[in-house]
């Protein structure tokens, strides 16, 4: 029966854990996106001729999603833009998981 008790408990102590763990506000969860946004697009026009470049190359988030289970708490998906001739873009999609992390998994060129 002790054992049993132990278990209860330490079940309780786990879910009242799990709970007090604070929520990241989906504006922080942007926030931490950003500069790998802007970091990807340098990487991306790095090593490209300035002269096949855009002026002023950007990104654009197009889908920003939240998931309520799962192992990923929000995805976004993002265009990057940044030949002046080509109408190419490069798509890209991140996953944000429970280890307060972005992830990259998907890299595709289309066109527009």
């Given amino acids: 029966m002790k054992l049993t008790k132990k278990w209860f408990y330490l079940f309780v102590f786990i879910i009242l854990f799990v709970s007090?763990?604070?929520k990241i506000p989906e504006s922080t969860v942007r926030a931490y996106l950003e500069p790998i946004l802007q970091e990807d697009l340098v990487l991306i026009t790095e090593g490209i001729d300035t002269t096949a470049l855009l002026e002023n190359p950007y990104f654009e988030i197009t889908e920003f999603n939240k998931f309520d289970e799962?192992?990923?708490q929000y995805l976004a998906v993002v265009n990057f833009y940044f030949l002046k001739d080509i109408r190419q873009k490069i798509v890209?999609?991140?996953?944000f998981h429970h280890r307060r992390k972005w992830e990259l998994f998907y890299n595709e060129y289309k066109s527009f």
């Fill in 70 to 72: 799962g192992e990923y």
């Fill in 92 to 95: 890209r999609k991140y996953r």
């Fill in 20 to 22: 007090c763990i604070p």
